[in-house]
């Protein structure tokens, strides 16, 4: 269980195409499904086989450390935009006028 790699699963019980026929037909206005969470265990060779993760070499099997995690930007940067600028909401003070 050390090895093994774990996946967490969360998906609709229901699938996309479905959803819209489910609300529909249903008696209430704002009905939520409920999803569907599951926990994968996965031993190593069958994570590899289902492309769960690839083959790493000799060296960089010995290696348990994850990979980085990269983020995406921040959404502050939007706050921080100064009016007038570009990128800036427009009609802001300072902005540039269209006529």
Known sequence: EDKAVKRFLQKNIVEQAAVR??????????YVLPKLYVKQQYCISCAIHSKQVRNRSREGRKDRQPPPRFRGPRRDDDKKKAPGAPG???GAPGAPKTA
């Open 88 to 90: 800036a909401a427009p």
């Open 21 to 30: 026929d489910l609300a529909e037909a249903s008696v209430y206005e704002q």
